[in-house]
């Protein structure tokens, strides 16, 4: 993308933004209290719908490392796993930016269908709708 390195880190470092990136279907909204000061180990409440079901969901800050990247992992929510990593890079006259998500589902082998039958698509078009608005904004 054609920004800045800081400022894209800047961005992401703010976790209202999220709410702007985030499919309008899912109704994501950040439930964390002002000022929210992201690094290790801050945690971060959510509520948003899944396929019309109410979900909380609330993840950890794992690491922090300013401008480069950061990660986070799901304490509590709809998944057995959640681990994200964000990381970015300067490049080009603008910044790559890449989202590596790990996740696994509960519920053995239902949850395995339900991954092939449902969720799977559910999370690529969230982040295919990510990366659209992450264009737009920058």
Do not use: C
């Not at 109704?27 to 719908?49: C, K, M, N």
Request: proline fraction near 7%; glycine fraction near 8%.
């Amino acid at each position: 993308m054609r920004a800045a390195l800081d400022d894209v880190f800047t961005f992401f470092s703010s976790a209202r933004n999220l709410e702007a990136i985030t499919p309008p279907l899912l109704r994501f909204q950040v439930l964390t209290p002002e000022p929210i000061v992201l690094g290790p180990g801050a945690e971060l409440d959510y509520r948003l719908s899944v396929r019309g079901v109410p979900v909380r969901w609330t993840t950890i800050i794992e690491t922090w490392d300013p401008p480069h990247g950061f990660s986070d992992f799901q304490q509590q929510g709809p998944y057995a796993l959640w681990h994200h990593t964000h990381r970015f890079e300067a490049g080009d006259g603008g910044t790559w930016m890449e989202d590596h998500v790990r996740y696994a589902l509960p519920f053995g082998i239902i949850g395995r269908l339900a991954h092939w039958l449902v969720v799977r698509r559910d999370v690529e078009s969230i982040f295919d709708y990510r990366a659209r608005k992450i264009d737009e904004i920058f």
